[in-house]
């Protein structure tokens, strides 16, 4: 026969053979765990599906990519206006909450002293005959209540139909959102009469000042803030961060200035910056005509204790001739009057500044569900204790879990005689519950969301649900249907969702006549309206006792709080967000206590040491940390550490004794250069210093060729925020595995993608600078892995990558010895992913085993995918379709791929920039990757 | 196994067995063979060999080496040009190591190889009368095909014990 | 005059074979001791194959650690024994006759186990063979530009020409066994005899092999060192990218090499009563050898400390003083005292002269070159040129437990060699017995 070789033949029979001989161990599973799967469903080609992110408030759009019925990636949504295509850390790691192995996967009823699986129908069925027995004559519960976390859409309307059919109580159904700004929106609604939170621009803001509001990793819309501020920077003339706190975060880590306040002190820094700007004296242009009311209203002056008068007046100037500019704050952590307090005092200053309608928006926040104050809350749990609620319905709210133990929730719980907990895990409330009927996780399930007015963000099932689980709008209806509830005609959520997103779509403007159309509008993920920001009216009554004051805190140790981009002290988040180390301490899988390095010499502490915190509301154990850049006055630690909830709220003050006992943390990385320059600075409008004495480029031998492409990287050090969510791309695109703390402990974190921090001190403990570096392979053109490996395991492809073959590799560890970036990672122990978490693998990308070098690729499965569909389509690769995972989701848009043969492509031009220089010059190995320095401000 | 008849002579030292060695060469025997327990130089010299050829069997082997190393790295090199680290497919002073060792192994084999079959001809083209004290501490000096003349020639010069060779 | 030699040439025979009947309980006994340490090496190496390198103390950065000071300590070890038989064979040094034959065994036991760690420190051992050339599916073949590469082919070079050449000297002296013996051990003898009688055709060509194979060892000891260096100096990690460790390490290697067969000949003699044979001139010279390599080591440490600090601020400069006063500092005090200190008390002849002395110098000096290896591999990938990732490295138990293993290795083969084989070169040391019977009798005249 022609065309048949030897080979081939053999290749053949052998294989047959083999086919014929091994009987698989277990009956054969199907690829496509559909029994007729969709004719759009191909294997090997990814699916998209958009639909929105509820791992926090912001409401960020997603895009979900699925292969083969799972879904395998999140990212952002590029026609969402507020993601843009970015996705932060927590956003991406829904997608392991999704996968979590702790999971409920089923009902469970109350029998006896523990919670019993139970089928969905007799579970709802004995649910339902008890809720009937409660009954009064007028077909109500009065004890009835729902606490439920913010649903601003048919989810939130069903329960709220749901508790005034079948509750009594004007405030049956609480909404319950422990890290809700809700400082910021009590401060709205006396000071403007308006309940909402702010949607900020702060692309246009040419100065920032933040009073401690991580808005760059939690607060508010995390994702938006840090394009807007990075929309700024990288220019001479950049945006201008102020961080104003006891403690330098992540956000903080961005500034150009920093003040450093005794804790709680923020407060009164804010309110002399108001006084400042509406002093006279000062001559502040524009100042609005309440501006004597508001000067009238303010409390005496009071001496500063962190910050100097100096300080103030500088910043005052700044803002007065940088304009707009946006005040940000205060934290979730900031509670109570004072909190209130210090949002009012923020306001005011935006309000003094002309901020509103421009960057400081109001009028765009939602309305809809709003979380309750606090004091309702209180109430709840107060009736609860008293014995008055008789039956509580918890819709993914775990107070227990969530409020200080000074709150006694468990008292309150113990109390209530049918608890119905509507959630995805078995969570601290949960197991109190009579009932735990599971809900879809967020990508398994329909609905629809207000993420702020003018807007309409549909969700959709990315998968078909992993578990027996059930959509819990949809049990509310089967229970109101099974009660006979008046007014709830729906048996059908997904029905009643649409109805009312396609009502909202028409009302925005949407066309939605044809079936088509709505696909496409469903396609979409997200319909926009246009909704005109308000110039909000200041009510100047009770002016005066909302800008209440107290004095400064007194010297001593206060607690404070902070957020983190990722959750390396929640107990409950998912691997990636506890293993992935904090971009400013290198802690990893656990809780700390952050003092400052005077405070830490006074009572002989080393990092490591297991404290004893003690407030007046209670004590807890927490290992010490010594961090460059805290308030001595101030103890901090980060607002998802569990002990926090027996310490109380932040502010208070704080004792600590050692217990003589240590605690092995998991810290990754020295926070120092050693002054070897490797994340630049450079002032204001200055150049780079270039090194001296070696010629870039000059090699013996001659330079590669590239015929085609050279992939290459730009890395804006002036941008990046060091919000990590490249890295946790890095781990979702490329199967890391997720080694737990003892291997971190070893140095054995298998990231193929670090940002690395340098602290840089200064004269003073506020002149000290945060320096951070995304670090990875840099596929250089002289790479020196390669020629050290004896079996051709890692290579240069004509491409420009650096290539590594796992297949080849054979574990010598040269190449990583012999690498100055340190970018390669080895296998010390077969990755383990737990059931089900392997299902989030990517199957365009090997799992690795054990003994084997990896490192970065450049995702060059992307790249394949990229070049493919453009082959298919005939024409060349566009500039920008090729995205890394990193580079995909960074949403400070501080990362930039392609082409550097292409003169014209975004990459080129990045690096002809004037701040560019690549890392480690003076070894000539010609990096893929340029980094442009970031510009120092002028401190 | 070849014989030949001849006669053999005992010697305990070696100067002895040199003179005997040099008187047999004077007396027209051509072919004097000898044993002892290690190369003496005395007794080396009046044997009055030739230059053992191991040499040139050795620097083949060596060249046989080069050949082998060069083909070994420049070959596989351009059969699988691999870019690695910028340098060139062909590098040279990389390869030169290589080829260092191989020359040295082929030609240190070829050297071992050489020797043991020279000594096994050896033992097979001339025969010499085995006895263990040749290995340690006397000298045996056989003239094959020898008489008496021969006898009264090797007692002269001072051997312990003359024995015929039937 | 004659029975005189006659008679030394018994004497030496009756020596050598009474030296192959050692102690037997103490012989028992150390076998026994190394067949342990060989178990547990094995038992740890078990551990890493099964569940992967995080048995090691290894991490990022620190990618090498003892299995590869091992590596080099033994490839060290392995340097002395060709130096002596060839070398110094080349330099017709007489006093060489009594000790080479240990010298090469040790040698080829050394490169039997050095070859063991770059297999052991894999990630995957059993794709080891990867690193050779031959024709494979994987239409694959091995980078001749790694060091790596050099390395296997520099070793088993080295192995297989430094048998050759215990082979080809053994000849002679286990044909005199051949011919004393019956039975199994005959056969054995006669394995290593390859034939021999002795005749004047056979030590003809004998000579001239010996000569030549000399003449290759003595390069090929200089190559080998200097490529087990270069899989350092290739490398761009700042305390190891250095010109001038191939001298270094080689003048290390023989260092090491001399001291090892002072410490193994000093117990060995007594043990087999070789006074008579290896006399206190041997050692004497062999300190001498001592004493000049560790100047050279003296002097490159020096050198490569000054040439560190004269390029100025920067990762080389850092790197070596983090060498010193880092966290492996008390390493490096020791070796300095083992390597340079120790060997400079040699120049007083009191101590060059008692054994106990030597012993104590040579053993510190071997303590000394174990450490040397394992500061440059460890101390430089500590502090490598990023500083967000300087690490530690601490060794952990299975790597100590194969350490052990190899050292059980190496000692079960030196052993088996003791008990089968001539320890001294007996058919050399009849030419010396007879020129000295010659100088004796010119000095009576």
Request: a positive charge; proline letters at 7%.
């Amino acid at each position: 026969m022609p065309g048949i070789g030897r080979r081939f033949f053999l290749k053949v029979v052998s294989a047959t053979g083999v086919a014929a001989a091994c009987s698989p161990s277990h009956a054969p599973e199907k690829l496509i765990p559909l029994l007729n799967p969709p004719e759009n469903l191909v294997p090997g080609k990814p699916l998209f599906y958009r639909t929105v992110c509820r791992g926090c408030g912001a409401g960020c759009g997603v895009t979900a990519r699925s292969r083969e019925g799972r879904v395998v990636k999140l990212e952002g949504n590029p026609d969402d206006p507020i993601s843009a295509g970015a996705l932060c850390a927590r956003g991406q790691a829904e997608l392991q909450g999704l996968y979590a192995p702790d999971r409920l996967r089923g009902p469970l009823a109350r029998q006896g002293d523990e919670l019993k699986p139970l089928p969905w129908a007799a579970a709802l069925a004995q649910l339902g005959g008890l809720l009937g027995k409660l009954r009064g004559s007028d077909g109500r519960i009065a004890g009835l209540r729902l606490l439920s976390r913010c649903e601003p859409g048919s989810a939130g309307a069903v329960q709220r139909s749901f508790a005034s059919a079948l509750g009594a109580a004007k405030n049956a159904r609480v909404v319950f959102e422990p890290r809700d700004l809700a400082s910021l929106r009590a401060a709205n609604m006396k000071l403007f009469g308006r309940a909402e939170l702010p949607v900020l621009a702060l692309s246009r803001a040419r100065s920032v000042v933040s009073f401690g509001a991580d808005f760059l990793e939690t607060w508010l819309s995390p994702v938006e803030q840090a394009r807007g501020l990075m929309a700024g920077r990288g220019e001479p003339d950049r945006t201008r961060l102020t961080w104003i706190s006891p403690r330098l975060s992540m956000s903080g880590a961005n500034a150009d200035t920093w003040l450093c306040t005794a804790p709680g002190e923020e407060l009164q820094v804010a309110l002399e910056l108001l006084r400042w700007l509406l002093d006279p004296v000062n001559q502040v242009a524009a100042l609005p005509p309440e501006a004597a009311a508001i000067r009238a209203a303010l409390p005496p002056p009071r001496p500063l204790r962190g910050v100097s008068p100096e300080q103030v007046a500088h910043l005052g100037r700044e803002l007065s001739l940088r304009r707009p500019s946006a005040l940000l704050g205060p934290p979730a952590s900031a509670s109570g009057a004072e909190g209130r307090a210090l949002a009012a005092a923020v306001q005011l200053c935006n309000l003094v500044l002309g901020n509103f309608g421009k960057s400081m928006q109001l009028g765009l926040g939602s309305e809809l569900d709003a979380p309750s104050p606090e004091e309702d809350l209180y109430a709840l749990l107060e009736e609860a204790r008293r014995g008055e609620v008789t039956v509580l319905l918890l819709h993914r709210a775990d107070p227990l879990g969530k409020l200080p133990a000074s709150a006694r929730v468990e008292e309150a719980l113990r109390k209530v005689p049918l608890i119905v907990s509507l959630g995805e895990r078995l969570d601290a409330t949960a197991r109190l519950a009579h009932f735990v009927l599971p809900d879809h996780h967020a990508l398994e399930s329909f609905g629809d969301l207000e993420p702020r007015k003018g807007m309409l963000a549909l969700q959709q099932p990315v998968l078909s649900p992993l578990w027996d689980t059930r959509a819990s709008s949809q049990v509310l209806l089967d229970l109101a249907a099974a009660l006979k509830l008046p007014g709830i005609a729906d048996k059908d959520f997904r029905e009643l969702s649409k109805a009312r997103w396609q009502a909202g779509a028409k009302a925005l403007g949407a066309k939605l006549d044809t079936p088509q159309a709505q696909r496409d509008v469903q396609a979409q993920g997200v319909v926009v309206g246009h909704v005109e920001a308000l110039q909000p009216a200041l009510k100047l009554d009770g002016l005066a006792p909302l800008l209440f004051t107290k004095p400064s805190p007194a010297e001593g140790l206060h607690l404070v709080a902070f957020a983190t981009a990722l959750a390396n002290a929640d107990p409950e988040a998912p691997g990636w967000l506890r293993e992935v180390p904090d971009v400013l301490t290198g802690v990893s899988w656990s809780s700390w206590a952050e003092l400052s390095q005077a405070t830490a010499q006074r009572l002989g502490v080393k990092t490591g040491d297991l404290l004893a915190l003690s407030t007046d509301q209670g004590k807890a154990e927490l290992a010490a940390l010594i961090s460059p850049a805290l308030h001595d006055d101030a103890v901090a630690v980060p607002q998802d550490a569990p002990e926090l909830r027996a310490l109380g709220t932040p502010g208070r003050a704080v004792r600590l004794e050692r217990t003589g006992k240590t605690f092995p943390l998991a810290l990754t990385g020295r926070a120092s250069q050693e002054g070897r320059d490797l994340a630049r600075v450079i002032a204001e409008g200055g150049a780079p210093k270039r090194e001296q004495g070696h010629e870039q480029g000059r090699t013996l031998v001659a330079p590669h060729e590239h015929p085609q492409h050279r992939w290459a990287m730009s890395i804006d050090l002036d941008k990046c925020t060091g919000c990590q969510a490249c890295v946790v791309a890095c781990y979702a695109e490329n199967n890391l595995p997720v080694v737990g703390p003892q291997a971190a402990r070893e140095g054995r974190l298998m990231a193929w993608l670090r940002i690395q921090r340098s602290v840089e001190k200064g004269a003073s403990l506020e002149a000290s600078r945060v320096a951070l570096l995304p670090s990875l392979c840099q596929h250089c053109d002289a790479a020196p892995c390669e020629p050290v490996c004896p079996v051709y395991a890692t290579y240069h492809t004509p491409e420009g990558l650096n290539a590594q073959v796992y297949n080849r590799c054979i574990g010598t560890r040269y190449c990583a010895n012999n690498c100055p970036y340190d970018a390669r990672v080895f296998n010390w122990e077969d990755p383990v992913f737990v059931e089900p978490l392997q299902m989030q693998l990517n199957p365009d990308v090997s799992v690795r085993s054990k003994g084997v070098m990896e490192k970065c690729t450049f995702c060059v499965q992307r790249i394949r995918f990229a070049e493919g569909t453009a082959r298919d389509e005939g024409r060349p690769v566009r500039d920008g379709e090729v995205t890394p995972a990193c580079v995909q989701t960074c949403p400070a848009q501080a990362l930039v791929f392609g082409d550097a043969k292409d003169p014209k492509s975004r990459v080129a031009l990045a690096q002809a920039e004037s701040r560019g220089y690549r890392l480690l010059e003076e070894v000539n190995t010609l990096p893929a990757i340029a980094y442009q320095a970031r510009r120092g401000g002028k401190g | 196994m070849l014989h030949e008849p001849g006669v053999l002579a005992v010697f305990a030292d070696p100067l002895q067995a040199a003179r005997a060695v040099r008187a047999a060469h004077e007396a027209g025997h051509a072919d004097v063979r000898a044993a002892m327990p290690a190369p003496f130089p005395e007794v080396m010299e009046a044997m009055a060999q030739k230059k053992s050829i191991i040499g040139a069997v050795t620097l083949g082997g060596a060249s046989v080496g080069i050949c082998l190393g060069l083909w070994l790295t420049i070959g596989t090199s351009l059969a699988l040009p691999i870019s690695v680290g910028g340098k060139p497919v062909v590098a040279l002073p990389a390869f030169l190591v290589i080829i260092f060792e191989v020359t040295v192994l082929i030609g240190g084999l070829s050297n071992f190889l050489g020797m043991l079959i020279g000594a096994f001809a050896a033992r097979r083209k001339s025969f010499m009368p085995h006895d263990p004290r040749f290995l340690r501490d006397r000298i045996g000096v056989f003239l094959p095909g020898a008489g008496e003349s021969a006898r009264v020639l090797l007692r002269a010069a001072g051997a312990e014990e003359v024995r015929d060779v039937a | 005059m004659s029975a005189a030699i006659a008679e030394r040439m018994r004497s030496l025979d009756q020596t050598t074979e009474d030296a192959l009947r050692p102690p037997r309980y103490g012989w028992a006994a150390l076998v026994a001791v190394s067949l342990t340490c060989i178990a547990i090496g094995v038992y740890s190496w078990s551990l890493i194959i099964r569940f992967g390198m995080q048995y090691t103390g290894l991490n990022r950065p620190v990618g090498w650690g003892v299995l590869i000071t091992d590596f080099v300590f033994w490839v060290g070890i392995a340097h002395s024994g060709t130096l002596i038989s060839a070398v110094l064979f080349l330099f017709r040094a007489r006093f060489r006759t009594a000790v080479y034959r240990a010298a090469e065994a040790m040698t080829v036991f050394g490169v039997m186990t050095a070859g063991l760690f770059p297999i052991i420190h894999l990630g995957r051992p059993w794709y080891a063979h990867w690193i050779l050339p031959y024709p494979n599916q994987r239409h694959l073949q091995i980078n001749f530009r790694s060091p790596l590469v050099w390395d296997a082919f520099a070793i088993s070079t080295y192995f297989c020409v430094s048998a050759m050449f215990l082979l080809a000297g053994l000849m002679p002296d286990a044909a005199a066994l051949r011919d004393g013996s019956q039975g199994l051990r005959r056969r054995f003898y006669a394995l290593f005899a390859l034939g021999w009688r002795g005749t004047a055709e056979e030590w003809r060509h004998h000579g001239r092999a010996y000569l030549f194979f000399a003449a290759f060892a003595t390069p090929l000891v200089i190559s080998v060192h200097s490529v087990v260096s270069w899989d350092f100096a290739v490398s761009i990690v700042p305390g190891w990218h250095s010109t001038l460790f191939p001298p270094y390490f080689v003048a290390g290697a023989i260092l090491s090499g001399v001291a090892m067969v002072i410490t193994l000949l000093i117990p060995i003699r007594r043990a087999m009563k070789l006074e008579s044979i290896i006399t206190l001139d041997h050692f004497d010279m062999l300190s001498r050898l001592v004493i000049l390599t560790s100047l050279i080591l003296t002097y490159s440490y020096s050198t490569e400390f000054l040439l560190a600090l004269r390029a100025g601020p920067g990762p080389e400069r850092d790197t070596l003083l983090y060498r010193a006063t880092g966290a492996f500092w008390p390493f490096f005090w020791l070796m300095v005292l083992g390597n340079c200190v120790g060997p400079l008390f040699l120049f007083f002849k009191r101590v060059r002269g008692s054994l106990v002395g030597l012993f104590f110098v040579c053993v510190l000096v071997n303590v000394g070159m174990w450490l040397e290896r394992f500061n440059i591999v460890v101390s430089s990938l500590e502090h490598n040129r990023v500083p967000f990732d300087w690490g530690t490295y601490h060794p952990r138990l299975v790597e100590i437990g194969i350490t052990l293993g190899s050292f059980g290795w190496f000692f079960f083969w030196f052993l088996l060699f003791l008990k089968l084989l001539p320890a001294i070169s007996v058919s050399e040391l009849k030419e010396d017995a007879h020129h000295a019977a010659l100088h004796e009798a010119a000095h009576a005249a």
